[in-house]
């Protein structure tokens, strides 16, 4: 039996569709973390420039942790491989580290407003739908 014929299209269009968003995601920190401070200033605004310069180096590694993880996940998931759950949970955790430390310790609302927030909620969504879609393609027999 061909079991490819049981994992619907729309599985490998969302599993493409998450692969580019982690490559964005991978893109981005390596701009980031190569950028100077004016070139943030100059590419996002000073107070966006400003919550990067806050970061410290830990919180740099959990941002590279979480995009990796997530795009790997999202490789594992297009070759079906059961890996790509535990791969999306890092990221998740990963994530939540990062914004958590970000809101909570460095108060970066302070410096973006509550509008900053929108976007680090919009990851978090996006990594937990990742590992449910995991999860769910594991339970249903799509993941090896």
């Known amino acids: ?81 059961d890996w790509a759950r535990p791969l999306y949970l890092v990221s998740l955790i990963a994530v939540v580290i990062q914004y958590g430390y970000s809101f909570a310790v460095l108060q970066i609302q302070d410096l973006l407003g509550w509008s900053g927030a929108i976007f680090p909620a919009v990851i978090i969504i996006i990594d937990a739908l990742e590992l449910w879609l995991a999860q769910s393609a594991k339970r249903k027999g799509w993941l090896r």
């Open 1 to 81: 039996m061909n079991d490819s014929l049981s994992v619907p299209k729309w599985f490998y269009v969302a599993g493409v569709l998450l692969l580019l968003w982690g490559a964005i995601g991978i893109y981005f920190f390596y701009t980031q973390i190569h950028m100077s401070y004016d070139e943030m200033v100059a590419a996002m605004g000073k107070p966006a420039a400003e919550s990067f310069r806050m970061m410290p180096a830990w919180q740099w590694w959990t941002y590279g942790i979480a995009v990796w993880t997530a795009t790997l996940g999202s490789a594992a998931l297009l070759a079906r491989r």
